[in-house]
């Protein structure tokens, strides 16, 4: 309580137990649970939230971020700023890795704990199948049997992206060799980074960074390590996509807008199983001809609706309007 009042008296959404302060909406609760939900069946969705400045954007995605997390999902938050612009593929990978929370690791990126978990279920899957205690001192034979499963499973990673699987096997020897430095260059590689000298990609055993060419597939990929884990799937927030109006170049705009139909067009296309993401704009972003999302048309005509009736509000729609907490809807 104390920790709620507190974050109430600052001015921002409190960290836990938003469920006590929630007032609506609420059609947008329910379906939002539900899309969640689905995405455990490696579906893929997406949602756009749209209000004005106090409307309750933010407040929702923290609600559901909190019921992602309370249901064994992992969560990635990012805000689009001059710093994590839409318009650069690679940043916004890098964006959503160092976002990446699980139930466990809610205060910095997890994409380690993510790593090591999901190679610790193949080690203790495989003791399994040889009738071995996992949780007792792992012997040649074990060694052996994990070894060649973590080769099986890197082979599937392979198909989608070769490098990562690469990078994955790099960071297992590092694991187990003790090799702390080929660990953290190998994390690095995956999250993006275009800092490794020459000698560290060979060590790593892959050629090149990161490309916009490339990061779909990296983003799959994730997704089946997550999956493949114990977590249900990935809920990617996207907030303040209205910054993309403010960017100062016409290109830098317009290539944020053609990222963002390259998202949805993934998701559509069901090419991010397990994956919700939500992206959220103020009304001017939607209605900017100009500079916000009705300037591109390609984007506009899969995301908003041709027709809208006041008595008809349909929750599949890709667009869910929230109104301002006015003081008549508060009274009630």
């Known amino acids: 309580a104390r920790d709620i009042i507190d974050a109430l008296r600052h001015g921002v959404v409190p960290k836990n137990n938003l469920d006590l302060l929630m007032v609506g909406p609420p ?18 969705h997406f949602k756009f939230i749209r209000g004005q400045y106090g409307s309750g954007k933010t407040f929702l995605c923290s609600w559901l971020k909190e019921f992602a997390l309370n249901h064994e999902y992992a969560v990635s938050f990012m805000n689009i700023s001059h710093d994590q612009p839409l318009s650069d593929l690679p940043v916004f990978f890098s964006g959503v890795i160092s976002g990446l ?47 060649k499963s973590i080769e099986v499973e890197l082979a599937n990673l392979s198909e989608i992206e070769p490098g990562f699987s690469q990078a994955l096997r790099a960071f297992y020897e590092g694991k187990v060799n003790e090799n702390p430095e080929l660990v953290t260059n190998a994390v690095a590689w995956i999250t993006g980074s275009r800092a490794l000298p020459a000698q560290a990609l060979r060590e790593i055993g892959v050629k090149g960074y990161l490309e916009s060419n490339t990061v779909f597939a990296r983003i799959r990929t994730i997704l ?14 996207v907030d303040e996509l209205e910054l993309v109006r403010k960017f100062p170049h016409a290109r830098q705009r317009e290539q944020a807008l053609e990222i963002l139909r390259l998202l949805i067009d993934e998701v559509g296309r069901n090419a991010f ?16 001809e100009r500079y916000g999302l009705r300037s591109y048309e390609a984007l506009a005509e899969r995301v908003l609706t041709p027709f809208a009736h006041e008595n008809l509000v349909s929750m599949r729609q890709p667009i869910i309007s929230l109104e301002s907490l006015a003081r008549e809807r508060l009274a009630k």
Not at 273 to 288: A, H, K, Q, R, S
């Open 101 to 147: 929370r699980t139930p466990e690791k809610t205060d910095s990126s997890a994409l380690i704990d993510i790593l090591e978990s999901w190679l610790l279920n193949i080690h203790n899957r495989t003791a399994k199948i040889e009738g071995i205690n996992p949780s007792g001192p792992t012997s040649d034979h074990l060694r052996q049997a994990v070894e």
């Open 27 to 44: 059609t947008a609760r329910p379906h939002l649970s539900e899309i969640l939900l689905e995405v455990n069946a490696r579906k893929s």
């Open 224 to 237: 089946e390590i997550i999956l493949g884990d114990r977590y249900k799937g990935l809920l990617l927030l």
């Open 273 to 288: 199983p397990g994956c919700l993401i939500i992206f959220t704009g103020t009304d001017e972003f939607f209605e900017d």
